[in-house]
């Protein structure tokens, strides 16, 4: 959840600047990141569910799936809103 908001937290503080840096970090490094942190939640899941079996998945589901689905949706509306230009 914490790299989740680290994550979107990076593509906010982009925001100020207007750079090729700030368009790549918007297009390409902040998706990117939460493609990261799903793979590594469902490996962590499985592992923890692999050593504990008694956990049901249902309380995995908010690390896997909603902290970077939220990251996500959090880098869709500030890049929608970020004044890019390239320059």
Same mark, same amino acid.
């Given at each position: 959840?914490?790299?989740?908001?680290?994550? /979107?937290?990076? !593509?906010?503080?982009?925001?100020?600047?207007?750079?090729?840096?700030? %368009? =790549?970090?918007?297009?390409?490094? +902040? $998706?990117?990141?939460?493609?990261?942190?799903?793979?590594?939640?469902?490996?962590? /899941?499985?592992? !923890?569910?692999?050593?504990?079996p008694s956990i049901p998945?249902?309380? %995995? =589901?908010?690390?896997?799936?909603? +902290? $970077?689905?939220?990251?996500?949706?959090?880098?869709?509306?500030?890049?929608?809103?970020?004044?890019?230009?390239?320059?």
């Open positions: 959840m914490a790299a989740a908001l680290l994550c /979107a937290g990076t !593509l906010l503080y982009a925001w100020k600047d207007h750079s090729w840096g700030a %368009l =790549f970090m918007a297009l390409v490094g +902040a $998706p990117l990141a939460n493609l990261i942190l799903i793979i590594l939640g469902v490996i962590g /899941a499985v592992i !923890l569910r692999w050593k504990h998945a249902v309380d %995995l =589901f908010p690390t896997i799936i909603v +902290a $970077p689905l939220l990251s996500a949706i959090i880098n869709l509306v500030a890049t929608f809103l970020m004044p890019l230009h390239g320059c």
